[in-house]
């Protein structure tokens, strides 16, 4: 993770996102709403605008402000999001409605783990992006990884935990079940077969996992 004074720095360079963007961050601020850390979203934008792809499939919509951004980023691209809060999932609709989205983000709502045979059949996605409940993250990558096609690229967001990975003694008894379940799944990740991996130490942690074949 990077030093607190280098991603203000960071930060400060960000260009503005937009009056709509901002109101999104300050309300997810503001309502305690778990949104990708500004720096780690820019690194992902900027990944994505490399890769380019068709389509996106998102697990966890929260209130759409990733998806947002990606489809913002990404003109030509199509985002399939999934969210199981329906609190969040209505204000994600209304967020992505008044920005004109509509038409190139489709949220379902439900649990993701419920959701992965409802989901229409090829064509496959290019990009699969987690960033949900962090103890299910294994079985998100297992039911939804089937539906990225060689050469496709995933990233799991949070995947450093504030840092908590890295630490032996975490007394909050929930902390360190969450971290140890990260710790199993980056290693699981960095070891899979099928897949190549890097972490990249930008906002929470971002692992990149590129589909081999």
């Known amino acids: 993770m990077l030093d607190v004074q280098v991603e203000d720095y960071l930060k400060?360079?960000?260009p503005t996102r937009g009056k709509q963007i901002e109101e999104i961050e300050a309300y997810a601020k503001e309502n305690e709403v778990p949104i990708?850390?500004?720096?780690?979203?820019e690194s992902l934008l900027q990944q994505l605008k490399l890769i380019q792809p068709k389509r996106i499939l998102e697990i966890g919509t929260?209130?759409?402000y990733s998806a947002i951004r990606m489809a913002e980023a990404l003109p030509k691209t199509e985002i399939v999001t999934i969210e199981r809060d329906e609190e969040r999932f209505n204000v994600?609709?209304?967020?992505?409605?008044?920005?004109?989205?509509?038409?190139?983000?489709?949220?379902?709502?439900?649990?993701?783990?419920d959701l992965a045979e409802k989901l229409e059949e090829p064509p496959l996605f290019d990009v699969l992006f987690i960033d949900a409940a962090k103890g299910q993250y294994q079985r998100f990558f297992d039911l939804y990884s089937k539906k990225i096609g060689p050469g496709g690229v995933i990233f799991s967001d949070n995947v450093l935990f504030r840092g908590l990975v890295a630490q032996d003694n975490i007394e909050n008894k929930r902390l360190r079940s969450l971290a140890k379940k990260l710790q199993t799944y980056?290693?699981?990740l960095m070891t899979h077969?099928?897949?190549?991996?890097?972490?990249?130490?930008?906002?929470?942690?971002?692992?990149?996992?590129i589909k081999k074949g």
């Open 62 to 64: 929260a209130i759409g």
């Open 193 to 209: 077969p099928n897949y190549e991996t890097r972490i990249l130490p930008v906002g929470d942690g971002l692992a990149i996992s």
């Open 12 to 14: 400060r360079l960000v």
């Open 186 to 188: 980056n290693q699981w």
């Open 36 to 41: 990708m850390d500004l720096v780690g979203m």
């Open 92 to 113: 994600a609709n209304t967020n992505i409605n008044s920005l004109g989205f509509s038409k190139r983000i489709t949220i379902l709502f439900g649990d993701a783990l």
